[in-house]
């Protein structure tokens, strides 16, 4: 909720930020229900490949399970979702490739607490992707490194600190060589200087043109990295924009009042 | 900050004390005694006349134990030797234990074929090691371990080696059947087919592919009947046999209970319920006489294996009810974990979430085997010679008719050893499964 985090950290170039014209998801009139209650309505939505969207709104207006929805951790009721070219149904074949090629954080890291981190992030290459062993060891190693935590491999989760437990959900996400990349509120449940690593993390990772959607309340992040901002009420999507619009002119009364409350100003 | 707030601070420490030892009365034995035994008045009493209980009951029972009367033949044989060396108040006859100790451990199995129990239970060791001790054996052994069930039938049974041969070929065809129709059909449906193909082979085939071997090679060696086995041998026989396939069929019921087929679930959820409303006693009483009612005459359906297969599904059904606390106890997050990933459904239970929800449930995992090994004793009811079963026999022989303690003290201990060595096991592997707090 706060800009602080950011004050350090250099920006970043948007010109170095290139969109191309492939379409990486591509969201059609999807419609989603939890028994009667319509979470998800008329959700349309195009990302190019190499976009960094933030998603804000306020708690329970859907944000988590829109993204959810994208490698089917929650299945939508009407509607298209294309991914990298694949629609998801309820083939199994389609769900579990399209969720190699997309990587997720969660608020909670969900490491898998009986693996160490290196085991972590060698699991997925090995048994989904059959890559060998070795292989898989070296890039883990290197994905680690990458998020500064090379040190920690042989160690269990449960000796990290939350900063590091989500840099190692990164990392893990990574070793998958997604193509596109889910955040789901992955600073929230963070002290502020560990919610400073992660960004920092996320930031180089979108400085290598990665596709991401990211739900999260850190508008600093938003402003210096977002190509897009969204803005989610009660299920649909209110408003769309470019950072700076967003931000210093927004049109709907709803996201100026979610501002002037999220800023506190 | 010293000379600005010079005025408000009313303390400042200006030497730091050193570290020093804590009194003597706090540590050591002494420190111990004080603060478990003897801290206040009323624990000092309660601790005094516990001790001199426990000593009382020492001086009591203490002479019984050892009285030497390892020699005795018989019960009379035991007071005249008691009589003879002064011993009024009565002594332990342990003669009995020393003279019955075959029957004891093997029941009526032919003596001169001790060596193949023996061998067996040495051979379970083996085949043990690399699955309690993972992280110490190589995995090369887990081969042998695949092999022992079929090996150990062999050896405690005998008979023709095809036959051993011809039910592990059982699961050779459903490993056939199922990889050819898994290349058409999902994996559930080609499991089923796998399962139903395995078992036609066991049921008919098998038979006719055992006579026609034995004709052309007919290795063998003596076969010993069913009715033979007893004692620990056959409590050791269907405890093991209970135990270790009570746990994989537990795991699949729990998984089954948990799904999202309407039909899987409901036939999971019949089973453990049906099983669990039944009391033991009528699934053997059913597995002794009721069996052979229902089957086709002349089918000779083994009792031992009746009982096992009894037994085995007793103890499935309080497992996968075990093993469904330990996978309640797992977090949405860790399936979102593995399902992000893009592990399929097995993938994500054989890495990530049976290794937890087992580690979670393994005091009760243990618990249930332990009472499943103990439950082997309810088999003298319907007449089988388990070491209860035989003790009462010994009871009736002629020269041991009164004799009571000894024989069940000595059950009892055996089943002790067996029973607190499992619990031991279980508290060693959940401190070195322990990973840091999640
Ligand atoms: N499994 C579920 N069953 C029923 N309702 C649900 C379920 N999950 C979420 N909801 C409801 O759906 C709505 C949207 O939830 P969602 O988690 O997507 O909100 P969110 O925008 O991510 O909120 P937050 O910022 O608090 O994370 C909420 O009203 C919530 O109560
Ligand atoms: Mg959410």
Redesign the pocket.
């Known amino acids: 909720m706060t800009d602080t985090a950011f004050d350090t950290t250099p920006a970043i170039d948007p010109a170095a930020l290139k969109v191309s014209d492939e379409v990486a998801i591509e969201i059609s009139n999807m419609n989603k229900w939890?028994?009667s209650?319509h979470?998800l309505r008329d959700i349309d939505l195009t990302v190019h490949r190499g976009e960094r969207i933030v998603i804000a709104?306020?708690?329970?207006?859907?944000?988590?399970?829109?993204i959810?929805c994208i490698n089917r951790l929650e299945e939508h009721q009407s509607g298209k979702i294309i991914v990298d070219g694949t629609e998801l149904t309820s083939d199994l074949k389609n769900i579990d490739k399209i969720r190699s090629e997309v990587g997720m954080c969660f608020?909670h890291f969900n490491l898998f607490p009986h693996l160490t981190i290196l085991e972590n992030c060698t699991l997925a290459p090995i048994w989904v992707r059959k890559t060998p062993k070795k292989e898989a060891v070296e890039t883990a190693m290197h994905f680690l490194e990458k998020v500064k935590i090379p040190d920690q491999a042989n160690k269990y989760p449960g000796q990290l600190s939350g900063g590091q437990q989500q840099r190692v959900a990164i990392a893990r996400s990574l070793c998958m060589k997604p193509r596109i990349m889910l955040f789901?509120?992955p600073t929230s449940a963070l002290d502020p200087e560990m919610i400073k690593e992660v960004l920092d993390t996320m930031i180089e990772l979108a400085q290598e043109g990665m596709t991401m959607i990211c739900?999260t309340h850190e508008m600093g992040f938003a402003r210096q990295v977002a190509n897009r901002v969204i803005f989610?009420d009660q299920?649909q999507i209110v408003e769309q924009n470019e950072p700076e619009e967003f931000f210093n002119n927004p049109r709907s009364e709803r996201t100026k009042l979610f501002l002037s409350q999220i800023l506190g100003h | 900050m010293a000379d600005t707030h010079a005025e408000t601070v009313l303390f400042v420490r200006d030497t730091m004390l050193p570290q020093q030892e804590p009194p003597l009365s706090t540590v050591g034995p002494v420190g111990w005694a004080r603060t478990n035994l003897f801290s206040g008045w009323l624990n000092t009493i309660i601790t005094i006349v516990a001790l001199l209980f426990v000593i009382n009951l020492i001086a009591h029972l203490l002479p019984w134990f050892i009285s030497g009367t390892w020699n005795a033949t018989s019960l009379n044989d035991c007071r005249e030797m008691m009589a003879a060396v002064g011993n009024e108040q009565g002594g332990a006859c342990w003669g009995v234990i020393r003279e019955r100790w075959p029957q004891l451990m093997f029941g009526f199995y032919p003596a001169e074929l001790y060596w193949r129990p023996v061998l067996v239970l040495v051979l379970l060791f083996v085949a043990l090691a690399p699955i309690l001790f993972a992280d110490r054996t190589p995995t090369r052994m887990l081969g042998f371990t695949a092999v022992f069930p079929f090996l150990g039938a062999w050896l405690l049974w005998g008979g023709t080696i095809w036959n051993p041969i011809t039910a592990l070929l059982g699961f050779v065809v459903g490993y056939v059947v199922f990889s050819l129709v898994s290349k058409v059909v999902n994996a559930g449906v080609s499991l089923f087919v796998a399962v139903v193909a395995s078992v036609i082979w066991w049921t008919t085939l098998a038979g006719y592919v055992v006579l026609g071997l034995s004709a052309i090679a007919p290795l063998a060696i003596a076969s010993v009947q069913s009715r033979e086995f007893g004692g620990f041998l056959l409590s050791i026989t269907i405890g093991v046999t209970a135990i270790m396939f009570s746990l994989p069929i537990g795991i699949l019921l729990a998984l089954g209970r948990r799904s999202h087929l309407p039909l899987v679930k409901a036939l999971c959820v019949g089973f453990i319920e049906f099983i669990r409303g039944v009391p033991l006693i009528t699934l053997l009483f059913v597995a002794s006489t009721l069996l052979n009612i229902f089957l086709p005459p002349g089918t000779n359906f083994d009792i031992i294996l009746r009982v096992m297969i009894m037994t085995t599904l007793f103890a499935s059904a309080y497992m996968a009810e075990v093993v469904r606390g330990g996978l309640a106890a797992l977090g949405k997050g860790q399936y979102e974990g593995a399902d992000s990933l893009g592990l399929d459904y097995w993938q994500a239970q054989r890495l990530i979430i049976m290794p937890q929800a087992l580690k979670i449930s393994i005091p009760g995992i243990v618990s249930t085997f332990i009472g499943v090994f103990k439950d082997t004793t309810l088999v003298s009811i319907i007449s089988m010679f388990d070491p209860l079963g035989l003790a009462n026999a010994i009871r009736a022989d002629a020269s041991w008719n009164g004799i009571y303690w000894e024989l069940f003290i000595f059950i009892g201990a055996i089943f002790f050893i067996f029973c607190f060595s499992m619990s031991r096991y279980s508290m060693y592997l959940e401190r070195k499964l322990q990973t840091g707090h999640r």
């Open positions: 939890y028994g209650f979470v709104g306020p708690s329970g207006s859907g944000k988590s399970t829109m959810r608020q789901d509120e739900v989610m299920g």
